[in-house]
């Protein structure tokens, strides 16, 4: 069974920082995509960032240079590092695993509010 635990969310002052973690099971790791999607009440969910299982990395331009993905396969891990966080960054973060047969697996999400 494959499970996708996001973890890290909180209450943050604007301008601080945060890192989300995504843990996973069930899959083989190593073999996939990773990304981070994040998603406000009324809205489509956003792309934020993803990694490939090569590690290759892409960046929405919503937040370049304030957030870095990075990946862990010793720990089945994604991280979503998140500095200069602002009010516009408030929203329950997800993260993705794609398998190399195309299908998707979604965690439960995360709450990141920050405040003003």
């Known amino acids: 069974q494959v499970q996708l635990v996001e973890s890290g969310g909180g209450l943050v002052q604007a301008g601080g920082s945060l890192r989300l973690s995504c843990e996973t099971s069930?899959?083989?790791?190593?073999?996939?995509?990773m990304g981070w999607y994040r998603q406000v009440p009324r809205k489509q969910r956003e792309l934020i960032a993803t990694?490939?299982?090569?590690?290759?990395?892409n960046i929405a331009n919503s937040v370049k240079g304030r957030f870095t993905i990075s990946r862990d396969n010793a720990k089945n891990t994604v991280y979503l590092e998140m500095n200069s966080l602002k009010d516009e960054d408030t929203a329950v973060y997800y993260c993705?695993?794609?398998?190399?047969?195309?299908?998707?697996?979604w965690g439960q999400g995360t709450q990141v509010t920050v405040s003003s």
């Open positions: 993705k695993a794609t398998t190399t047969s195309g299908n998707d697996f």
């Open positions: 069930g899959i083989i790791f190593r073999r996939v995509a």
């Open positions: 990694i490939t299982s090569g590690g290759s990395t």
